[in-house]
Every structure is written in C-alpha cells, then in structure tokens.
C-alpha cells in the first residue's frame, strides 16, 4: 500500500473505532494477529475494545500524527472519555480524561498483522481522581 492508502486505510479505522462500529473491524484487522508480542485473534481485539467502550461510553481517539515506512505505520493519537464504570482501577466521578497514546502497526494484505499502542494510564488515572 502506498503512504495515500496506508493513511485512508488508518484514518477510515479510526472513524469505525470512534463509531464503536467494532463489528467491522474485519475490514482492518486480521483474523489472527500479534499484539504486544502476543498471539492474538480479532475477536479478543473486538472484545478488549468493547469492555473499554462499556466503561467508557464516549471514548475517542483523534489522530494528531502519523508516519509510514515500508508497511510499517506509526501513529500519536489524543485519547479522551469519561468512564461510567471503574476503568483503570478508578470508580467513576464524572471526571474525564485526555491521554496521549503511541501506536504501532504492521500491515499485510490490507489488514493489521501486528498492533501495538502504548498510552500514560498513570495520567489517566489521575485525571479521573485515582
């Protein structure tokens, strides 16, 4: 894919992520994939991503910066929501919260092979009063 598809591809990813349209992440992440190193299928990434939107109704992500080498994309991206449920460890109190998060990822044959992302829970964490 070229940096133009590789870029359409993430940032149509991020308008299905922001949708909470997780049953489509078909379109973007293989059926088997690694994550952190890990062996992992889409179904655990569309069930991680689906426990973090029940306890974070509103969670977003905005992409801020993106880079590509090869098949390689690199991303920074704004995280923001107000949990309704403990998330991080913290009980709700209506406070919101805005993290930075780096993500890597791996792309063949149109779809995610390898994701990684990395985000400051700590400050998350005492944002929301935790």
Same mark, same amino acid.
């Given at each position: 894919?070229?940096?133009?598809?590789?870029? /359409?591809?993430?940032?149509?990813?991020?308008? $299905? *992520?922001?949708?909470? /349209?997780?049953?489509?992440?078909?379109?973007?992440?293989?059926?088997?994939?690694?994550?952190?190193?890990?062996?992992?299928?889409?179904?655990?990434?569309?069930?991680?991503?689906?426990? %973090?939107?029940?306890? $974070?109704?509103?969670?977003?992500?905005?992409?801020?910066?993106?880079?590509?080498?090869?098949? /390689?994309?690199?991303?920074?991206?704004?995280?923001?929501?107000?949990?309704?449920?403990?998330?991080?460890?913290?009980?709700?109190?209506?406070?919101?919260? /805005?993290?930075?998060?780096?993500?890597?990822?791996? $792309?063949?044959?149109?779809?995610?092979?390898?994701?990684?992302? *990395? %985000?400051?829970?700590?400050?998350?964490?005492?944002?929301?009063?935790?």
């Amino acid at each position: 894919m070229t940096y133009a598809e590789l870029r /359409e591809f993430y940032e149509d990813y991020i308008t $299905v *992520l922001n949708a909470h /349209e997780f049953h489509r992440l078909d379109e973007f992440v293989a059926e088997k994939l690694t994550h952190f190193g890990d062996a992992v299928t889409r179904d655990q990434v569309v069930a991680a991503l689906t426990a %973090q939107v029940d306890a $974070v109704p509103d969670l977003k992500w905005r992409l801020d910066d993106f880079r590509v080498s090869g098949h /390689e994309v690199a991303a920074r991206l704004t995280n923001t929501g107000t949990p309704v449920k403990e998330w991080l460890g913290v009980a709700p109190t209506g406070a919101s919260f /805005e993290v930075t998060e780096y993500a890597l990822y791996r $792309v063949r044959d149109g779809r995610f092979i390898n994701m990684t992302n *990395l %985000q400051d829970s700590d400050a998350a964490r005492q944002q929301l009063g935790g």
